[in-house]
Structure formats: structure tokens, C-alpha cells
């Protein structure tokens, strides 16, 4: 009886685990100023979603340089519009700007970073999406996130 009740409470568990959402993700950009998804999924159930950015490239963050940002679709050209004048020390990120809703620093050739963030700051009436603010970057590297 005991074995019978260990077995059950081990499949309730792992059954448990399985559905669990899955709350974070791992991005990687390139030289070729590309990301390797263009789209993040963030379930529903999520409390906060945690994006680790990766630059599996070799060329260092002054020269090829990425970051992931999160916004509004319409708000990511401005964003990046007003950061040029940021700087990389900034992470071509205009100080303070509330539109974005959350950021990577600007990372080089093998390094890594992440950022979490609270999902409930996302509307699901609204659009969003993600980029990288690096000058001239944003045209090849964005794509959508998508609460599902």
C-alpha cells in the first residue's frame, strides 16, 4: 500500500511539473544582426517571465553590439529614435523612458544577460514586441511577444 501511495504521489508530481508554464526563454543574436526567434511567447499563467540574452557572435559590443527591449509595437522605433544619443554606456536607451517595459544591457561576443519582468505589465489588448536598440540594429533584430 505504502509503494502504491509513493508511486501516485511521484506521478501527481511530475504530472505537475509538466503542465507548469514555462516562464523564461533564451535568446541568441549574432554578427549577422539576427536573433534566433521572432517571436516570444509569455503564458498567461506566468507571474513575471525572465528573457536571457546570449551573442553566440565573436565580434566585441562596441562594433556588434546587442540588447533585447521590450515595448508596445508602435513604441519600439521611437524608443530606439530616442536612444541613439544614449550611448552604449546607456545601452542606447534614453534614460528613464517609460515605454519601455523591460531591457537587456548591451552585450558582446559570448556574454550573456537577462532581464525578468512582471507579466501583469502587459495588456493583452495591446501589441508588443521586442528589438534591439543598438544604432541601425532595429530593422533587422525585432520581433513580436505574444501573451498566449
Do not use: W
Request: glycine residues 8%; hydrophobic residues 40%.
Amino acid at each position: 500500500m505504502f509503494a502504491k501511495l509513493v508511486a501516485v504521489s511521484l506521478l501527481t508530481l511530475a504530472s505537475s511539473q509538466l503542465m507548469a508554464a514555462e516562464c523564461e526563454v533564451t535568446v541568441d543574436s549574432t554578427d549577422q544582426m539576427t536573433f534566433n526567434t521572432k517571436d516570444i511567447a509569455i503564458d498567461k499563467s506566468c507571474k513575471t517571465f525572465t528573457v536571457k540574452l546570449t551573442h553566440g557572435g565573436t565580434l566585441p559590443k562596441n562594433v556588434m553590439g546587442h540588447n533585447l527591449v521590450i515595448s508596445k509595437e508602435a513604441d519600439m522605433q521611437p524608443i530606439a529614435t530616442d536612444g541613439l544619443g544614449a550611448g552604449i554606456d546607456k545601452d542606447y536607451l534614453k534614460e528613464g523612458d517609460t515605454r519601455v517595459i523591460a531591457h537587456t544591457k548591451i552585450i558582446g561576443a559570448k556574454e550573456s544577460d537577462s532581464v525578468t519582468f512582471d507579466v501583469s505589465k502587459l495588456d493583452p489588448t495591446q501589441k508588443y514586441g521586442f528589438f534591439c536598440s543598438f544604432p541601425g540594429h532595429i530593422s533587422m533584430m525585432k520581433g513580436t511577444v505574444t501573451l498566449k
